[in-house]
């Protein structure tokens, strides 16, 4: 199997995953699927972080400001998920 690069958010999610929810990286780890995940984690967040800063733009924000809003809507759908319980 190829490894696949990921780019900065697949990277922070992992980070983030390893940290927070350790049983469920080591579940799809076990499941080889962790590759698979973090790839579809970085691709819905690219996806719709490109659509929400178009839309904010049109509506008279920056493209950085827009950028800003946009990630403060999404990171937590896909790349900072919800901290395991202890």
């Not at 904010?56 to 800003?68: D, E, I, K, P």
């Amino acid at each position: 199997m190829t490894a696949i690069t990921l780019t900065q958010y697949g990277r922070m999610a992992e980070k983030h995953w390893r940290e927070f929810l350790p049983n469920l990286v080591q579940e799809m780890e076990a499941k080889g699927i962790l590759e698979e995940m973090l790839l579809e984690a970085e691709e819905k967040t690219a996806g719709e972080m490109h659509e929400l800063t178009m839309q904010f733009q049109r509506q008279g924000l920056t493209a950085q400001m827009a950028h800003n809003r946009a990630w403060e809507m999404v990171r937590e759908k896909y790349i900072l998920l919800t901290p395991e319980s202890e």
